[in-house]
Structures are given as structure tokens and as C-alpha cells.
């Protein structure tokens, strides 16, 4: 059975920073695309960032570019989110999804549970 | 950036009847059009990829058409479990992936 399941999520004063993990099981995750989305309180879905299965391509929407950072690590089966730099409208559920493509044609076959993120003073 | 536009934002229906929600590209984007269900609380569900394919598992009340910039989600007799949220999402060029704001679908 896939799961995806993250952690890391908290309570964070703006500027400052916080890493999100996910950890993957039931499948060959080495193989896979994987993407964060994020859902900011009561609004809708917002794609953060993806990363290539071998790391070696990363992608990011404009709004977390040079903040935030996509990383995996294929031997422990997990996808990190490091977050910097953080600001109120970072405020959301953050979820990792995995994309069913090969060559990266992002849609998201199955989601963890998300963990939230308050940035707040 | 592709801008995906959701009508209406929001619906009510009862049990049974036929449901039909619509996505809207800026440009075109082939085939390439997701469409999830969310439920509060919840993560999304994938029910149909290229704009028609519907996901395993999904109940097949639910379909998709369209390409290019106009397409529909369809839901052929509204089960009490199909209340919720519906997003449609592009893949065809990024970054950014882009989703609809939403359709929320609820009790008449």
C-alpha cells in the first residue's frame, strides 16, 4: 500500500525557518517525481515545487523561489521541504504528492495527510 | 503562467441528479487536465488524468471530456459521498503546475 506521510510542521515566527519531511513507502520511490502542494486556510491548492527522481531537476512556483528548497534522499525514501525566509502567506497545509509520470508530466496519484504550517509572531 | 478558470464556484444538488462542472485555460494545454475531489479535512483524490482517463478505483458516474481550453467534469448521478470540493489541475507546461480555484458542491 503507497503512503505518503509528512512531518515537521509547526508554529514559526516570520523570517524564520522550518524543514517538512515526507516519508514514502509501498513503492519504488526512487522511481517517481514527487511534489509539494500546499492549501493556505479555507482556499484552494497551490503547487510549491517538484523535484526529478534522481534530484537532478527541481522546479519551483515564483513565490517560494530562493526561499524554500526541494531535496530527497532515494536511500532513506524521503522528501524533504526546507523552508526559510518565512512569511505569514506561507501559512497553509503542506502536502507531498507523488506524480505517476516517469518523465514528469505532474499530476498526483496519491497525497500524505499534510501538516501544517502557522507562521505567526 | 496558465490561468485555469472553475465554473460555477459553487452548486447545490440532491442525490441523483446530473452534475456538470467546467475548467477553463488561459491557453491551450491538449489533454493535459487532472481532475481531484476533496472532502474538509482531507487530501486531494485524483478521479481523472488526460482530461478523460478515469483513475482506478474511481466510480465510473465520474467523467471527464473536453482538450484544449474547455473542459468538463461530469457527474452522472450525485451520491451523498460525491459532496465536496472539485479542483481541476493543468500539467501542460510549468512550472507553475496550476489548479481551478473550486467547485464546491453541496446539499440542495
Known amino acids: 500500500e503507497v503512503q505518503l506521510v509528512e512531518s515537521g510542521g509547526g508554529l514559526v515566527q516570520p523570517g524564520g525557518s522550518l524543514r517538512l519531511s515526507c516519508a514514502a513507502s509501498?513503492?519504488?520511490?526512487?522511481?517517481?517525481?514527487m511534489s509539494w502542494v500546499r492549501q493556505a486556510p479555507g482556499k484552494g491548492l497551490e503547487w510549491v515545487a517538484n523535484?526529478?527522481?534522481?534530484?537532478?531537476?527541481?522546479y519551483y512556483v515564483d513565490s517560494v523561489k530562493g526561499r524554500f528548497t526541494i531535496s530527497r534522499d532515494n536511500a532513506k525514501n524521503s522528501l524533504y521541504l526546507q523552508m526559510n525566509s518565512l512569511r505569514a502567506e506561507d501559512t497553509a497545509v503542506y502536502y507531498c504528492?507523488?506524480?505517476?509520470?516517469?518523465?514528469?508530466?505532474?499530476?498526483?496519484?496519491?497525497w500524505g495527510q499534510g501538516t501544517l504550517v502557522t507562521v505567526s509572531s | 503562467a496558465i490561468r485555469i478558470t472553475q465554473s460555477p464556484s459553487s452548486l447545490s444538488a440532491s442525490t441523483g441528479d446530473r452534475v456538470t462542472i467546467t475548467c477553463r485555460a488561459s491557453?491551450?494545454?491538449?489533454?493535459?487536465l487532472a481532475w481531484y475531489q476533496q472532502k474538509p479535512g482531507k487530501a486531494p483524490k485524483l478521479l481523472i488524468y488526460?482530461?478523460?482517463t478515469l483513475q482506478s478505483g474511481v466510480p465510473s458516474r465520474f467523467s471527464g471530456s473536453g482538450s484544449g481550453t474547455d473542459f468538463t467534469l461530469t457527474i452522472s448521478c450525485l451520491q451523498s459521498e460525491d459532496f465536496a470540493t472539485y479542483y481541476c489541475?493543468?500539467?501542460?507546461?510549468?512550472?507553475?503546475?496550476?489548479f481551478g480555484p473550486g467547485t464546491k458542491v453541496d446539499i440542495k
Open positions: 504528492a507523488r506524480d505517476p509520470t516517469y518523465y514528469g508530466y505532474p499530476h498526483f496519484d496519491y
Open positions: 509501498g513503492f519504488t520511490f526512487s522511481s517517481y517525481w
Open positions: 523535484i526529478k527522481q534522481d534530484g537532478s531537476e527541481k
Open positions: 491557453q491551450g494545454i491538449s489533454s493535459y
Open positions: 488526460a482530461a478523460s
Open positions: 489541475q493543468q500539467y501542460y507546461s510549468y512550472p507553475p503546475i496550476t
